[in-house]
């Protein structure tokens, strides 16, 4: 059974840093492009950072320079690294493949981990 289990976030003042992990299973995690993708109450799901199987990452320009996806396939994991955090990264944030994310035909989805950007 797929499943993408979320944690690391919490609450943070701005400039302040997370680090996210998700581990993954009931899939060949090895194959697979990941990412990140985030949601803030009343906006749609956004793609933030995609890492390929082979290791090329890529960041939406809001939070490049700032996020560090990296991946380790013998654990199954893959992590976010965030710095410099702004009120606008507030969101939960859930792992899964990209560009689409889907498995064997299904969209899953884990409980994502929520991150406040707050003073």
């Known amino acids: 059974q797929v499943q993408l289990v979320e944690s690391g976030g919490g609450l943070v003042q701005p400039g302040g840093s997370l680090r996210l992990s998700c581990v993954a299973s009931g899939f060949i995690f090895s194959i697979y492009n990941m990412g990140w993708y985030r949601q803030a109450p009343g906006k749609q799901r956004e793609l933030v950072a995609g890492?390929?199987?082979?290791?090329?990452?890529n960041y939406v320009d809001s939070v490049k320079g700032r996020f560090t996806i990296s991946r380790d396939n013998a654990k199954n994991t893959v992590s976010l690294q965030m710095t410099s955090l702004k009120p606008e990264d507030t969101a939960v944030y859930y792992c899964n493949t990209t560009p689409y994310p889907q498995i064997r035909y299904r969209e899953y989805w884990g409980q994502g981990t929520q991150v406040t950007v707050s003073s």
């Open positions: 890492i390929t199987n082979g290791g090329s990452t």
